[in-house]
């Protein structure tokens, strides 16, 4: 018997980056991130430009000019209307991964995201800024999903060794987006009077390329197995994406998975809340979201041109230091996907916290004193740029790997739905309440983003766990010492006590 059971053991290999996986994780990322980064940048160098057209557009309906406060507004809802179309974005991400699949949903999305494109490529030809407005709510619908779904699909179709660093490719390309925007937005490309409306128009093309290329690659295989019960389909999805046949001891562990689930059944987000099992993962994502988003990132880029300015760069040179500052955001994502299989999601989390915290605390000294100091303006500088290697190497990438690896297949849709909620909520709160903090504490309003970015480090410290090169189970098993609870396999009571048992259960599964 025990010879049998040697005999039918699977034996887990190392996976590799397979040509099928590499491309399926940059369309995607490239289809539906690069998306979400573009819109992020894409009207801040027209802005004067976009609102001179809509100054004119009034004048030619009503015949008077429109009023300051009015503009100011409808500026206002420009922008803040693609956070909040993230928020309800995200609150779609749960009925959508569950019903039409993780491709399925990036495909579907889309469709809607070209719909958009074209209404802003022809908004001033229908002199209507009405129009921008509405569309810049429909992308951020879009975003809102795809910057969940990417995230969950690239983390179910990688193989635990590769988890943590193709997690992180979204993140690098919404920071490619951004730069994209960034030198297309220079005056003499298309951030000019006769060039916007195609830059806006132009984040259609990629929601088009990835609509056109990822029928082609797989679904992912634990969605198949899990939740559609599927294991023909499942077994050759994760073939093709592994590169071999032998896909035996995954499929094992999926098994086993599918088997502990069936215990708790498919969680609701009101499931997932009122969970103990769940509990500190839930509490974990809601504070690694906030702290990425409350950190003071946006406010970083708000105050950089006229920190720019003020130690002494030509106003209209600004525009390539920003893009400079962009080229570095870009860089570090880089290094960030090569070296979080070697340092682990915690350390790189707890460096950039750290290093976003000093920079703030010294960037707010910088700024007090950099009129009555003749090189302080260049500190001010520096600080920006070690913020900026800081939040890319960390709190920008790394929350999105841990939500994904911290849930399983069942809870990961309801989770995605509350860490994207919580993102996007964040991004419009922040957005919205940092011109008046501005206004009334000036540069001292970083220190608040300094003491955000020190509780974060401190429950990261704390609480999470290292989860590199862990099977999601055995991330599951972390937890459950702190939620005090045990995690059931299938029918029986056999409670799942250590990472080499749970093999061990997965190799029975599969000889029987």
Known sequence: MADKEEWAKPVERKGRLTAVLALATLISAFGSSFQYGYNVAVVNSPSPFMQHFYNTTYLERYGTPMDDNLLTLLWSLSVSMYPLGGFFGSLMVAPLVNKLGRKGTLLFNNIFSIAPAVMMGVSEIA???????????????????????VPMYLGEISPKNLRGALGIVPQLFITVGILSAQVLGIRHILGNSTGWTLMLGLTGIPALIELLLLPFFPESPRYMLIQRGDEKRAKKALQRLRGWDDVDAEMSEMHLENQSERAEGHLSVLTLLSQRSLRWQLVSIIIMNMGQQLSGVNAIYYYADSIYATAGVEQNQIQYVT????????FMTIAAVFIVEALGRRLLLLCGFGICCGACVLLTVALSFQE??????YVSVACVIIYVIGHAIGPSPIPYVVTTEMFRQSARPAAFMVAGSIHWLSNFTVGLIF???????????FIIFSFICLVTLVYIWLVVPETKNKTFLEICQMFAKRNKVEIKLGDGDLPLKEPKESLENAEKVTAF
């Not at 209507?128 to 779904?149: D, H, K, Q, T, W």
């Not at 893009?323 to 870009?330: E, F, H, I, R």
């Not at 011109?435 to 309003?445: A, D, H, Q, T």
């Open 372 to 377: 009555s100091v003749t090189w302080m303006p």
């Open 127 to 149: 002199k209507s800024y009405e129009i921008i407005i509405v569309s810049r709510f429909i992308v951020g619908i879009c975003a809102g999903l795809s910057s969940n779904v």
């Open 435 to 445: 011109p008046f903090l501005e206004r009334g504490l000036g540069s001292y309003s």
């Open 323 to 330: 893009v400079g500052t962009g080229a570095v955001n870009v």
